[in-house]
């Protein structure tokens, strides 16, 4: 059990590290600033649950759950999304870096056939994907840059369900090592999310009583 522990910790931070304290620039530079005038800007606000790979199943890992944000805009067919992560759990001993990082997605999407596929630039690297043309079902799969060839993963897959009408995002973010085709799982965290787009209030939605 304790070598099985200390085995889950130095992956942990593996895992952690290659995502989040990289001192690379993550959201591309720009000298204009982001508008909302030229793209289909939604906010996605949600919860992951992460999993370690233990013993053929899954079990918890609740001081690496988070919370998030993502910024998500659509300019056509190019999606730009910058997520930021926040890990508050107590437990969490901080040795893979700061709780708080931040995620940059850049996604072109083209039909072949009567498939739309997908390159997707990452920070955490690069890759393609499939969706339906109404972007409700999505798969994502890229490599893992920056990750060491004794690391426990090497690809990431992250399939998402866009319930667009229950104002809902559902996703599952696999981490794995992919070998002559063979697939050895590590990690997965499963990540519910609501979605919030621009709307006038006509009162102030809360006062001091």
Request: proline share 4%; hydrophobic share 30%.
């Amino acid at each position: 059990m304790k070598k099985f522990s200390l085995i889950a910790a130095v992956a942990i931070a593996t895992f952690l590290t290659s995502c989040g304290t990289s001192e690379k620039i993550v959201v591309p530079l720009s000298k204009t600033l982001p508008s909302i005038d030229d793209n289909y800007t939604i906010v996605w606000v949600g919860k992951g649950e992460s999993y370690i790979y233990k013993d053929g199943k899954y079990v918890r890992s609740e001081s690496n759950d988070y919370s998030f944000e993502v910024v998500q805009r659509r300019y056509g067919h190019t999606w730009k999304s910058i997520k930021n992560m926040h890990r508050i759990h107590p437990d969490y001993n901080g040795k893979a870096g700061p709780r708080e990082h931040t995620m940059y997605f850049e996604i072109a999407f083209s039909k072949q056939g009567d498939k739309i596929v997908s390159k997707v630039n990452s920070s955490l690297g690069n890759g393609t994907g499939v969706s339906d043309n109404e972007f409700r079902e999505q798969q994502l799969q890229f490599t893992a840059d920056g990750v060491s060839s004794f690391a426990p993963y090497n690809t990431y897959r992250i399939t998402q369900h866009y319930k667009y009408e229950e104002g809902m995002l559902l996703e599952t973010v696999e981490l794995f090592k992919l070998k002559d085709g063979k697939e050895t799982p590590f990690a997965k965290i499963e990540e519910k999310a609501q979605i919030f787009r621009p709307v006038k209030l006509e009162q102030a939605p809360t006062k001091f009583e």
